[in-house]
């Protein structure tokens, strides 16, 4: 099957000259067209139909002709797409009945007739008092609301129904159709919103700043940080406490007799080992605390008060972060 597009060669090299620039770029759309047609013709002959549908598809976009659409129709057809198939024949058959060629509005009319049986059709009712800013959409693809009510043709399989309005909930199903299956949606009167006029849009929901989210990852080092910082000091006064034993027991580290050199092995141990964990715990604790800190402090709309702490213990600044 051929896209069959006749040239006019009489007198073309005379007339060239004065051909208005648009007439060239229709050739070129022409041209274009004529080697997507051939691309897809090769590529459905190789039972690549998917491909093919998208060369013929794109060629009846740059320059539309029935033999294009007869090719699309069958392209879509070996795909199982029988609906989009029937249209593409249907659409054929108008265009050759416009442009009197009556052998192919008979071949597109036959291949129409033929898949009618196996059309499955989908019926969108509509519900009562819908409000005028309806959005309706089957598998992604918007349903103007004049085909509501009416047998949809459509390709076999899931069809996705998502409903919208404004100031309204948005309600969604999905119904499977095989082929010469009918089915109906009825769209429910969709519920509004808690606190949103009708005719408005709902607001959406505000996502967190970026300075709220880094605020929520300093506190949280903060926290962590000033934790682990404290189980490290916990360890340290730990340590110095059986080191202190130890020293008290063995001054200068000669005890009095071996005996208590023995009994004082283990708490020498035991302060060696805590005082390993508190100098690995303090200094992670301190990383974490001194990072969330300085997060804190470079976070947008930050809140941050500094006063001075003395007591009979301390002498230092209290710093107060605020969320």
Not at 71 to 85: D, S
Not at 176 to 205: D, N, W
Not at 223 to 233: K, Q, R, S
Not at 311 to 316: F, P, Q, V
Request: with cysteine; net charge neutral; charged share 20%.
């Amino acid at each position: 099957m051929t896209r069959s597009r006749p040239w006019v060669t009489v007198a073309s090299i005379v007339l060239a000259l004065g051909v208005p620039r648009a007439a060239f770029a229709h050739e070129a759309s022409g041209a274009a067209a004529e080697s997507l047609f051939r691309e897809g013709r090769a590529l459905a002959d190789k039972g690549r139909f998917e491909e093919a549908c998208d060369r013929f598809a794109r060629s009846q976009e740059l320059d539309p002709a029935v033999g294009t659409l007869l090719n699309l129709g069958e392209c879509y057809e070996r795909m199982e797409k029988v609906a989009t198939a029937w249209l593409s024949y249907r659409r054929a058959m108008a265009l050759a009945v416009t442009r009197n060629d009556e052998r192919r509005a008979n071949l597109a009319r036959a291949a129409a007739a033929r898949l009618e049986p196996r059309l499955a059709l989908l019926v969108i009712a509509s519900p009562k008092g819908a409000p005028s800013d309806l959005v309706v959409t089957r598998n992604g693809v918007r349903v103007d609301q004049a085909a509501f009510d009416t047998p949809l043709p459509v390709d076999p399989g899931p069809q996705a129904i998502e409903v919208t309005a404004s100031a309204r909930q948005a309600w969604q199903t999905t119904i499977e159709l095989r082929e010469g299956q009918r089915g109906t949606v009825q769209i429910p009167e969709l519920a509004p919103v808690a606190g949103v006029e009708p005719g408005t849009i709902a607001p959406a929901p505000v996502p967190p700043s970026d300075g709220d989210a880094r605020r929520t990852v300093a506190l949280g080092l903060e926290i962590g940080g000033g934790a682990v910082l404290a189980t490290g000091l916990v360890f340290g006064a730990l340590a110095l406490t059986r080191w202190s034993s130890v020293s008290e027991a063995c001054p200068g580290g000669k005890c009095p007799s071996e005996a208590e050199r023995a009994g004082k092995a283990s708490d020498a141990e035991d302060a060696r080992t805590f005082s390993t964990i508190s100098t690995v715990t303090t200094a992670v604790g301190a990383v974490g605390l001194a990072a969330g800190v300085v997060l804190h402090l470079t976070a947008p709309g930050r809140r941050v008060s500094v006063v001075p702490l003395v007591d009979r213990t301390a002498l230092g600044l209290a710093v107060t972060l605020g969320l």
